[in-house]
């Protein structure tokens, strides 16, 4: 993840600064006392490449890239749509209803898991997996948190469960059959770039590709579906033995299928 320190807005209160304390503890980063320093100049004072910024409502990681925050994103949209009857192509993809219970291997900045949550509901339930320890915070915090959005979005996201942990280890530590559906999102093996919406993600995000282990490993802990997210005409979906899912014709993403009732 970079060598990072974790500090807090100019003006903190009490109650931030020592949450600021207590994440450089759990995380293993360095506190620093914010004082008047622009970004760059903590960098370069503390030899830091990544920033974890405590602000009073909400987390955020100062990169060269940006600054990675949570928010809802398209999660928003897609809800709204799904409200009104129209059709989503990952949940089409997972096959889920009311009730299942959903892996989601990759939660970068959540949106995805959002709406799983959405679909599946209380009587359900989303884990969300993030290998790297300050996007998981980032956005674990900004799940149970964020307020700013109306009730149906807000029950969804407080509902997700997020592990800071590598699919690959997790799912070995899973019975049989223990989810309707494993998801996977990897960093594309070519960036789309206009997808901005990742793009303050990309110096902390993992990009190792999948292995075929690791969908072994998703095939057995799935009782019904593996579903992964990449390009169109990725190789990707061929090479882990994905079938590609109907819809999107004019899409750049397609989602791939295992289904195991086949
Ligand atoms: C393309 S993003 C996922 C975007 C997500 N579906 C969303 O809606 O925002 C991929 C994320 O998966 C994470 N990741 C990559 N390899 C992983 C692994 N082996 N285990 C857990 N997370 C992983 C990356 O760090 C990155 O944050």
Not at 81 to 93: P, Q, V
Not at 95 to 110: A, F, H, N, P, Y
Not at 132 to 137: H, K
Request: net charge neutral; proline share 4%; hydrophobic share 40%.
């Amino acid at each position: 993840m970079g060598n990072f320190i974790v500090t807090t807005i100019r003006k903190p209160n009490a109650a931030t600064e020592n949450l600021a304390m207590e994440l450089a503890e759990k995380l293993g980063g360095r506190f620093v006392i914010r004082e008047d320093f622009s970004f760059d100049a903590l960098r370069k004072i503390h030899g830091a490449e990544n920033i974890l910024l405590v602000k009073k409502n909400s987390l955020s990681v100062v990169t060269v890239e940006g600054e990675l925050f949570f928010h809802p994103n398209t999660a928003h949209l897609r809800i709204k749509n799904l409200r009104g009857g129209e059709g989503d192509r990952l949940i089409d993809a997972l096959k889920i209803s009311t009730g299942s219970k959903v892996l989601d291997c990759t939660l970068g900045l959540g949106s995805d898991a959002i709406v799983e949550s959405f679909i599946a509901g209380a009587a359900g339930k989303v884990i969300a997996l993030e290998i790297n320890p300050l996007i998981a915070e980032v956005v674990s915090y900004g799940l149970k948190n964020f307020s700013d959005d109306s009730p149906h979005i807000l029950e969804a996201m407080r509902r997700v469960e997020v592990v800071n942990a590598d699919c690959k280890d997790f799912l070995k530590t899973c019975a049989d059959k223990s989810f309707d559906a494993v998801y996977f999102d990897p960093m594309f093996r070519r960036p789309i770039q206009k997808s901005s919406g990742l793009n303050p993600i990309r110096p902390l995000a993992d990009s190792k590709p999948l292995t075929p282990e690791i969908i072994r490993e998703a095939c057995r802990v799935a009782k019904f579906r593996v579903v992964m997210k990449e390009h169109s005409g990725s190789k990707e979906f061929e090479r882990l033995g994905f079938k590609i899912a109907g819809g999107g014709k004019y899409s750049s993403i397609a989602f791939g299928v295992i289904d195991l009732a086949d």
